[in-house]
């Protein structure tokens, strides 16, 4: 039996895979927090090694990483920590207090969530 074929398979526009990494980290920020806190964790410890050592020179001089940084920050990962000191990112309460105070709350409410249908 074949594979699937891929030709065949239409890919998703990158902003709709985006779209739904954010709704994800929205979501379930807490799961998204010790997946984190996990991953971290385990890249500190390939870094440790020989190998991870030479990956992570090569990272860190690719310009690949910058953009990666730039995805990181936009869909807000950079609330996410390795050793967390709350369960809940204050991230996640900083933007609420924001939209609370804004002058026109309910027009702004309206528009995220008719993006998201």
Request: aromatic letters at 6%; a negative charge; glycine letters at 6%.
């Amino acid at each position: 039996m074949k594979g699937p074929d891929k030709a065949a398979a239409p890919e998703k526009p990158l902003s709709e895979l985006l779209l739904a990494l954010s709704d994800v980290l929205l979501r379930h920020p807490i799961a998204v927090q010790a997946a984190f806190a996990a991953l971290a964790a385990e890249g500190r410890r390939f870094a440790a090694t020989p190998e991870g050592a030479r990956c992570k020179e090569d990272l860190a001089a690719s310009e690949l990483f910058d953009r990666v940084r730039l995805v990181w920050r936009s869909l807000g990962m950079h609330a996410f920590v390795e050793q967390p000191t709350e369960i809940l990112p204050s991230f996640f309460l900083d933007g609420a207090l924001r939209a609370a105070v804004q002058g026109k709350l309910e027009p702004l409410l309206s528009s995220i969530f008719d993006e998201r249908d």
